[in-house]
């Protein structure tokens, strides 16, 4: 269990978290989500004892990190790819973390295999890839097999394969009861991997829910639908409650009715229909608009928007 | 990389804890495990052996000066071995530390012992130790060959403990001088800053304060290379060297000279580890 209380990191005049308080609960895997800057990897950062807060506390299981007479074997972090000195193979690099809490040779060869370095495990990790760093990070963060894990963008730099291995591993640690705390901006990512998300922006904290309540705090849901008779069918509609976008030619996209009954005013008004489909918001979609404003760097030239073509809620929920 | 296992058995309860005794060890397999340091010792090593035995050669070949050889004579090449060879000294221990920032390692390592300051320490012994121990071995394997060779001219009386006392005090110089690299890397964290620091201190800074201006002149035996070479002579020597300086400059005995490189060395370890400690990683 992680928490966090008042959490704040300045910088001179600019504050990278403000203030932020939460929970990290065991056996679950919680998601930490945020656009680049929002002060994600400034809070693990905290959270290990690397960064001292400006202001408030953050504890693990209790207790500061700092504080732990066996680290390693209480928090396992990977915090930045390649935290490794250049020079050292990977296996030596292992060792040597090992040894600061006498954790056996049998121990790293077992992190190696697991994460599927044993190849290149006697090679120097200057010549690594940003996967195989990363993994190499997480085999670091899982030597002391701890009770709790902090994962900053894990899956960054892997091959889809190492995706999904990454994916299954969280699950797996979290079903054993452990702590997981994973942060990355990738929101299909946190889609499927995470069961509790803490969204980030800024340094504030802006949503912190069981993914489904977030994604659907974040949405609302629309029914597309098609018919010949847009426009009269627009006009069956109006409702104050109900608001009807045409997106083109015999294509409506409403909100705030449901399919039902738009197919019944189109029945009564004896329309025809080609297409009702009801629409569910995605992770993305409730991430724009819960990180709308704020963003820290944002590219202001106008994108054409397409219609999303992301995880509807039901893919999610899978 | 295309071995996916299932995730960690559950494993049985070992005893596992930090201490300074595993850090110690941890920063054994570090210093090991990085090439510089099979390099560096190599380089030592040779270039200490080498410039005694060739140093001596070259005063029994100068030929007799006014009288027999004297300690001078006899130790005179280790003193020049111990300036050339701390170099790779110097520069490995610099790198010990500062490699750790350039490459990010620092931050692993704090993670694992996140009271920061027995890594340094940990760090610091390991060196000494091992910097200490090679020393040792490099002066007494070129004064081996110096006796095999020239023990007619250049007698090494090992019963007398002033000959001993700058044997031993040549090592000990050497070790101190790159514990001073190792904790002015921890305070600059820069391989390049510190390296260039402590031979600019060692190697230019003596020159500069050769200016005949008083203030210069006064401070010059306080010069970490000058007050800790102190420990590298017989007594004899040391005195002998106070008449080369100008009149009024304080004269440091061997260990009060020893000492005042000591002081340095304190003085930057203190403020690394104050940095190390107030600092984010």
């Given at each position: 269990?992680?928490?966090?209380?008042?959490?704040?990191?300045?910088?001179g005049?600019?504050t990278?978290v403000?203030?932020?308080?939460?929970?990290?609960?065991?056996?679950?895997?919680?998601?930490?989500?945020?656009p680049?800057?929002?002060?994600?990897?400034?809070?693990?950062?905290?959270?290990?004892?690397?960064?001292?807060?400006s202001?408030g506390?953050?504890?693990?299981n209790g207790?500061?990190?700092?504080?732990f007479?066996?680290?390693?074997?209480e928090?396992?972090?990977?915090l930045?790819?390649?935290a490794?000195?250049t020079?050292?193979?990977?296996?030596?690099?292992?060792?040597?973390?090992?040894?600061?809490?006498?954790?056996?040779?049998?121990?790293?060869?077992?992190?190696?295999?697991?994460?599927g370095l044993?190849?290149?495990?006697?090679r120097?990790?200057?010549?690594?890839?940003?996967?195989?760093?990363?993994?190499?990070?997480?085999a670091?963060?899982?030597l002391?097999?701890?009770?709790?894990?902090?994962?900053?963008e894990?899956?960054?730099?892997?091959d889809?394969?190492?995706?999904?291995w990454?994916?299954?591993?969280?699950?797996?640690?979290?079903?054993?009861?452990?702590t997981?705390?994973?942060?990355?901006?990738?929101?299909?990512?946190?889609?499927?991997?995470?069961?509790?998300?803490?969204?980030?922006?800024?340094?504030?904290?802006?949503a912190?829910?069981?993914?489904?309540?977030?994604?659907?705090?974040?949405?609302?849901?629309?029914?597309?639908?098609r018919?010949p008779?847009a426009?009269?069918?627009?006009?069956?509609?109006?409702?104050?409650?109900?608001?009807?976008t045409?997106?083109?030619a015999?294509?409506?996209?409403?909100?705030?009715?449901t399919?039902e009954?738009?197919?019944?005013?189109?029945a009564a008004?004896?329309?025809?229909?080609?297409?009702?489909t009801?629409i569910?918001?995605?992770?993305?979609?409730?991430?724009?608009?819960?990180?709308?404003d704020?963003?820290e760097?944002?590219?202001?030239?106008?994108?054409?928007?397409t219609?999303?073509?992301?995880?509807?809620?039901?893919?999610?929920?899978? | 990389?295309?071995?996916?296992?299932?995730p960690?058995?559950?494993?049985?309860?070992?005893?596992?804890?930090?201490?300074?005794?595993?850090?110690?060890?941890?920063?054994?397999?570090?210093f090991?495990?990085?090439r510089?340091?099979?390099?560096?010792?190599?380089?030592?090593f040779?270039?200490t052996?080498?410039?005694i035995?060739?140093m001596s050669?070259a005063?029994?070949?100068?030929?007799?000066?006014?009288?027999?050889?004297?300690?001078?004579?006899?130790?005179?090449?280790?003193?020049?071995?111990?300036?050339?060879?701390?170099v790779?000294?110097?520069?490995?221990?610099?790198?010990?530390?500062?490699?750790?920032?350039?490459?990010?390692?620092?931050r692993s390592?704090?993670?694992?012992?996140?009271r920061r300051?027995?890594?340094?320490?940990?760090?610091?012994?390991?060196?000494?130790?091992?910097?200490?121990?090679?020393?040792?071995?490099?002066?007494a394997?070129?004064?081996?060959?110096?006796?095999?060779?020239?023990s007619d001219?250049?007698?090494l009386d090992?019963?007398?403990p002033q000959?001993l006392r700058?044997l031993?005090?040549?090592?000990?110089?050497?070790?101190?001088?790159a514990?001073?690299?190792f904790?002015?890397?921890?305070?600059?964290?820069?391989?390049?800053?510190a390296?260039?620091t402590?031979?600019g201190?060692l190697?230019?800074?003596?020159?500069?304060?050769?200016?005949?201006?008083?203030?210069?002149?006064e401070?010059?035996?306080?010069?970490?290379?000058?007050?800790?070479?102190?420990i590298?002579?017989?007594?004899?020597?040391v005195?002998a060297?106070?008449?080369?300086?100008?009149?009024?400059?304080?004269?440091?005995?061997?260990?009060e000279g020893?000492a005042?490189?000591?002081?340095?060395?304190?003085?930057?370890?203190v403020?690394?580890?104050?940095?190390?400690k107030?600092?984010?990683?």
């Open positions: 269990m992680i928490e966090a209380q008042g959490l704040t990191k300045r910088y005049a600019k990278a403000d203030g932020i308080s939460f929970t990290v609960q065991p056996g679950k895997v919680t998601g930490f989500l945020g680049n800057g929002a002060g994600k990897s400034t809070t693990m950062r905290m959270i290990m004892g690397l960064d001292k807060p202001a506390s953050v504890t693990v207790a500061p990190y700092a504080s007479r066996s680290p390693l074997t928090v396992g972090a990977l930045e790819a390649k490794v000195h020079g050292r193979s990977a296996r030596n690099h292992l060792r040597a973390l090992a040894a600061t809490h006498a954790i056996s040779d049998k121990r790293v060869d077992e992190v190696i295999e697991m994460t044993t190849a290149v495990a006697k120097r990790v200057g010549g690594f890839s940003l996967g195989m760093g990363q993994r190499l990070g997480i670091s963060a899982l002391g097999d701890p009770r709790t894990l902090i994962l900053d894990p899956v960054n730099g892997l889809p394969e190492g995706v999904l990454v994916r299954n591993l969280v699950k797996y640690l979290a079903s054993e009861g452990r997981v705390f994973l942060s990355s901006h990738l929101m299909t990512e946190m889609a499927l991997t995470a069961d509790h998300l803490i969204v980030i922006g800024r340094g504030h904290i802006i912190d829910g069981p993914v489904d309540e977030i994604i659907a705090r974040g949405t609302k849901s629309t029914v597309r639908v018919s008779h426009d009269q069918l627009a006009a069956a509609l109006v409702r104050p409650e109900v608001t009807v045409t997106k083109e015999g294509l409506l996209e409403v909100f705030g009715a399919a009954q738009i197919g019944d005013a189109a008004a004896r329309l025809t229909l080609h297409e009702l009801p569910s918001g995605s992770l993305e979609e409730a991430y724009m608009t819960l990180t709308a704020e963003v760097y944002r590219s202001d030239s106008p994108i054409p928007t219609e999303p073509a992301t995880l509807t809620k039901t893919e999610v929920a899978r | 990389m295309s071995t996916v296992t299932a960690a058995p559950a494993r049985p309860a070992t005893k596992t804890s930090l201490s300074f005794a595993h850090l110690l060890r941890s920063e054994w397999i570090k090991w495990t990085v510089s340091a099979a390099w560096s010792l190599s380089i030592f040779v270039v052996v080498a410039l035995a060739l050669l005063v029994v070949s100068s030929g007799p000066n006014d009288g027999p050889p004297g300690p001078d004579d006899v130790l005179a090449p280790y003193t020049v071995a111990a300036q050339l060879g701390q790779a000294l110097v520069v490995l221990a610099a790198l010990a530390i500062t490699g750790e920032y350039t490459t990010g390692m620092i390592s704090l993670t694992a012992a996140p300051t027995p890594v340094i320490w940990a760090k610091f012994i390991v060196l000494a130790v091992v910097f200490f121990v090679v020393a040792i071995v490099a002066n394997l070129g004064a081996l060959l110096q006796q095999l060779f020239f001219d250049l007698p090992l019963g007398d000959i700058a031993f005090g040549t090592a000990l110089y050497t070790t101190t001088i514990l001073l690299s904790a002015l890397g921890a305070l600059v964290r820069h391989s390049a800053a390296i260039a402590v031979l201190a190697l230019v800074l003596p020159l500069l304060f050769q200016i005949p201006w008083k203030p210069l002149q401070m010059q035996p306080f010069l970490p290379g000058i007050a800790g070479s102190n590298t002579q017989t007594d004899a020597q005195e060297g106070w008449e080369t300086f100008p009149p009024g400059v304080a004269h440091l005995t061997a260990w020893y005042v490189l000591a002081a340095y060395l304190v003085v930057v370890l403020a690394a580890l104050v940095r190390l107030k600092s984010d990683a």
